[in-house]
């Protein structure tokens, strides 16, 4: 079992920046590949970023590639999301998952956490 909760969110400006984390509770963290997934009112929770258990592999969605970064301390059962030049598009609730392996596919992940909100003002 892997209890995860987000933190970090918040209002900022479009171009500005905010980093989240995601802590882990459980023995098992650094035996999970973690992925961030974003949901805005009316959408469908979208794929954002997956990082490997080592921290050696990152994947990211077009969308925020270039602006993003993954990151994990497994001694500190945690993941970072480092998020610069935010857009008002980026606006939405995120949300942090564990799996074996990392994954794009929202449906692959076994845990999940409740989310953080980010609101990117124009």
């Known amino acids: 079992q892997v209890q995860l909760v987000e933190s970090g969110g918040g209002l900022v400006q479009a171009g500005g920046s905010l980093r989240l984390s995601c802590a882990a509770s459980?023995?098992?963290?650094?035996?999970?590949?973690m992925g961030w997934f974003r949901q805005a009112p009316g959408k469908e929770r979208e794929f954002v970023a997956a990082?490997?258990?080592?921290?050696?592999?990152?994947y990211y969605a077009d969308s925020v590639k270039g602006r993003f970064t993954i990151s994990r301390d497994n001694a500190k059962n945690a993941v970072y999301l480092q998020m610069n030049s935010l857009k008002p598009e980026d606006t939405a609730v995120y949300v942090c998952?564990?799996?074996?392996?990392?994954?794009?596919?929202?449906?692959?992940?076994?845990?999940w956490g409740r989310g953080t909100q980010v609101t990117v003002s124009s």
């Open positions: 998952a564990a799996r074996l392996t990392p994954s794009q596919m929202v449906y692959d992940y076994d845990y």
């Open positions: 990082i490997n258990r080592s921290g050696r592999n990152t």
């Open positions: 459980g023995r098992t963290f650094s035996n999970n590949a």
